[in-house]
Structures are given as structure tokens and as C-alpha cells.
């Protein structure tokens, strides 16, 4: 608790406030859960844990505990969990979610390898019993997820808690700017923050974060795992789709839906072999992007259906997760979505590693640094809009060489950021419990 009384009831205060607002709250996140489930079947299941009631007893032994709000998140947490796992396999693994996807995808990766849950709604009740439950030695939080109750509860626990790849938009400044004060002394609580970038680091000091305790490590998106065996994946697919161009539409928004349709019908004009990818955002767009897809005269599978496109379909739709990384290499380009649609875009490191060429639409603004790095290095091309993305799109598969240029960019500027790894292990070790002799 802070040292000053004076500090401490204007805590008590503005905590309070806080949680009254949250628990007044609480009829409207069961709405969400039904109205979300009606879209996505997984958030009528697991209410227990949204509110961290638990049906087994607590744990015995503490575990180290990873939050990772999404799909997104769980990805650049990888390669931190997987070193945890062999660097300390003597202790339990948690990894939480927020979202369904984020818990698919969690499986996907680890199985039952690591212990997997919702983490709750930042109410004070539910902070307290998760924490009681779980006993974590150390609370390793992805990115931008700021609870203040949580972050609060990890102190008075006793929990040391870092802010892990840290990143912070100038929106999501604004945004936290109207809980600064409170959320200002949550940041105070952190043993460190682990900031992708000097700007990153920069926005935390100016939201409270302690200067001497905000450290610019480097982002883990950069330490991708790469798979021996997707070589082996990109042949079994031109096998079976036939040796002709494709282009992937990535992590795509509904309002973008209409652009890729619009984009795919400008570019079978001049080629009318050519194969769309399309792997939607949420598992509730599958259907309905094929649906539009069919509707628009085009021969349409998807993977769960066929597995693999065959040589007279025009759109394969990707409705399986885990499985974005393997189908960009696929693809001679890729457009990379949350970019047309003012959501900020979405992990372009991944097709840039793989060695796809890569084309976003204008709003970039969760990924503004790793943006410019690649446009600056000639790895990137971003649109004004749906038209210019198509035109950009069309550029590049008539100009292999410019696309063999871009590509070559990419990867050198992939390998060159790789280190946020090592440089994050180093910044927790102090805090891992000791390990057994």
C-alpha cells in the first residue's frame, strides 16, 4: 500500500468508486456474454470462470502466470511461454485469456501442457479469488491489458507483476486518461515495464509508470518460431490448388469484407486463375465470407471442408485457427486487415517472416512503430483505401522482382529485432521462485 495515509484513502477512494461503477456493471456483462454467444456459441460456456468461482479446491503450489488477452497476444507470448516451459519445467504453467479464440488457441499450442482459464472480470471479489485460487509466484501481463483492481491485487498479494511487450497507443492513452488517477498508481505497482519501443516506454511514463522501472526490451512478435515443416505445407497446397498466383486476406473485419470481394473481382480480371485466401478475424465471419464469396459468382471451399483449395476454386476460406502463419506462405501477397477498418491493424511480422509481401490499409495505429520500420525498409506498402490497396495488390503480382525485393526486407528486418526474448527472460529472472536442487 503507499507509504503516505494521505495517499493511501485517496486509493481506498478511488478504487471504491471504481469498483461501485464495475459492480453496477455486472448485468451488463452478462448481457455481452448472450449477446456475444448468440455470435460465437464458446461465450455461453465457462461463466464460472468470469467471475473466478471454481469448483476445485486452490492450489497447493504457486504457478507463474501468463495473461494474454487474445489470439493476438497468445502468439507473441509463445515464444516467451515455450522458454518458460523448458527453462522452468519443475513449476505450473498458467496462461489466461479473455476471449474464446485466445483459449482455442492457447490449446492449440500447449494442449494440457499448461493450465488454461478466463481471467475474470476486474472486480474486487473476483481479483481476490482468482489470486487465492491460483497463488501465482509472478504475474506476467501482455501488452495493454491496465486492470487496476488486478494490478492492485497483485501488490497487496504480494505477487510481483510485469507489463510484458508493452505497447501503447496515443488512443489508448486517451483512453486510460479518464481512470489516470487510479490507473496511474496500478502502474506504480508494476515491477517493471517491458516496453516494445521508445515510444511505447515514453506513453507509459506519461500515463504514471515509473521512468527508473520502464525498460525498452524490444517486441517478442519479432522472435516468431519458425516451422520446419512449412516448406512441406506450401507444396502440399500448390499440389493440390494447382501452380498459380494467390493473395491472403488476413485477420479481416466485417467492414472490410466488402473491399476483399470488390479487390478479388478488380484482380480476376487480369488473372483469372487466381486464388483468394481469406482467413477472417473471428471464427463468427467464416460462414458469412463465404456466403458473400459464393453470392459473388465464385467457386468456393474452406479447410475444414476440403483441406485444401483445389485448381477451379477461387476463394478458400481459412475456418480453422493456428494455422495463419503456414497459408502466408501460401500467398504472394498479403493484405493484413484491422487496417481498413479503423480497428489499428494486426501483427504484420508474421507474413513478413514467412516472406509474403505485405499491403495494409491506413490505420495502423496498434502497430505504428513496427509499421513505419517496414515501410521505411521497403518491406510495406499501405493503402489510402480499398482501391489503393487493390492497386497496390495488383503492383505486385504483375512484378515479381519487386516483390522478391520486399520480401528479402522483411526477413532481414525480422531477424534484425529478434533478442526481445533473451532481453525479457533477463528483466524477470530476479523474480522466479528458486529453483530446486
Not at 217 to 223: F, R, W
Not at 247 to 259: D, F, N, V, Y
Request: charged share 20%.
Amino acid at each position: 500500500m503507499p507509504s503516505d495515509p494521505s495517499d493511501q484513502a485517496v486509493e481506498r477512494v478511488l478504487r471504491g468508486l471504481y469498483s461501485v461503477v464495475l459492480y453496477a456493471l455486472v448485468p451488463v456483462t452478462v448481457y455481452h456474454l448472450i449477446w456475444r454467444g448468440f455470435r460465437q456459441r464458446e461465450y455461453f460456456l465457462r461463466w464460472n470462470e468470469r467471475y473466478a468461482v471454481y469448483d476445485e479446491p486452490p492450489r497447493r503450489q504457486g504457478t507463474l502466470w501468463v495473461h494474454a488477452v487474445s489470439v493476438g497476444e497468445v502468439n507473441a507470448a509463445a515464444p516467451l511461454v515455450n522458454a518458460l516451459r523448458a527453462l522452468r519445467p519443475d513449476l505450473r504453467l498458467l496462461v489466461t485469456t479473455i476471449t474464446p479464440t485466445g483459449s482455442a488457441r492457447v490449446r492449440a499450442l500447449w494442449g494440457e501442457a499448461v493450465e488454461h482459464v478466463y481471467l475474470p472480470y476486474d472486480l474486487p471479489g473476483a481479483v481476490r479469488r482468482f489470486l487465492k485460487h491460483f497463488r501465482p509466484h509472478l504475474a506476467l501481463v501482455m501488452e495493454t491489458e491496465l486492470w487496476p483492481n488486478l494490478l492492485l491485487g497483485c501488490r497487496d498479494g504480494g505477487v510481483p507483476a510485469y507489463i510484458v511487450n508493452a505497447r501503447l497507443s496515443e488512443r489508448s492513452l486517451r483512453g486510460y486518461r479518464v481512470l489516470s488517477a487510479l490507473v496511474s498508481r496500478a502502474l506504480d505497482t508494476v515491477r517493471r515495464v517491458l516496453a516494445q519501443s521508445q515510444a511505447d516506454a515514453d506513453r507509459f511514463v506519461r500515463l504514471g509508470a515509473p521512468a527508473a522501472r520502464t525498460l525498452v526490451i524490444g517486441n517478442l512478435k519479432y522472435d516468431i518460431p519458425m516451422d520446419d515443416a512449412w516448406p512441406a505445407f506450401a507444396s502440399a497446397f500448390r499440389e493440390h490448388s494447382g501452380m498459380r498466383p494467390a493473395w491472403i486476406a488476413a485477420s479481416t473485419h466485417p467492414e472490410e469484407e466488402t473491399a476483399v470481394i470488390a479487390i478479388h473481382k478488380r484482380l480476376r480480371v487480369h488473372w483469372p486463375q487466381l486464388l483468394l485466401l481469406w482467413a477472417p478475424r473471428h471464427p463468427e465471419r467464416f460462414k458469412a465470407v463465404m456466403q458473400q464469396s459464393v453470392a459473388a459468382g465464385w467457386r468456393v471451399s474452406t479447410r475444414r471442408l476440403t483441406q485444401w483449395p483445389d485448381r477451379d476454386d477461387a476463394v478458400f476460406v481459412i475456418d480453422t485457427l493456428g494455422e495463419l502463419m503456414p497459408f502466408y506462405g501460401c500467398a504472394q501477397v498479403a493484405f493484413v486487415g484491422g487496417s481498413l477498418q479503423d480497428i489499428g491493424g494486426h501483427n504484420l511480422l508474421e507474413p513478413a517472416a514467412v516472406g509474403t509481401a505485405i499491403v495494409t490499409g491506413p490505420h495502423l495505429h496498434n502497430f505504428s512503430d513496427i509499421a513505419a520500420q517496414l515501410a521505411g525498409a521497403g518491406a510495406l506498402l499501405v493503402g489510402a483505401d480499398g482501391d489503393a490497396v487493390g492497386a497496390d495488390i495488383e503492383r505486385l503480382l504483375e512484378d515479381p522482382a519487386r516483390r522478391a525485393a520486399m520480401v528479402a526486407a522483411g526477413r532481414a528486418l525480422v531477424s534484425k529485432g529478434r533478442g526481445a526474448l533473451g532481453r525479457t527472460l533477463a528483466a524477470i529472472h530476479s523474480d522466479l521462485p528458486a529453483a530446486p536442487r
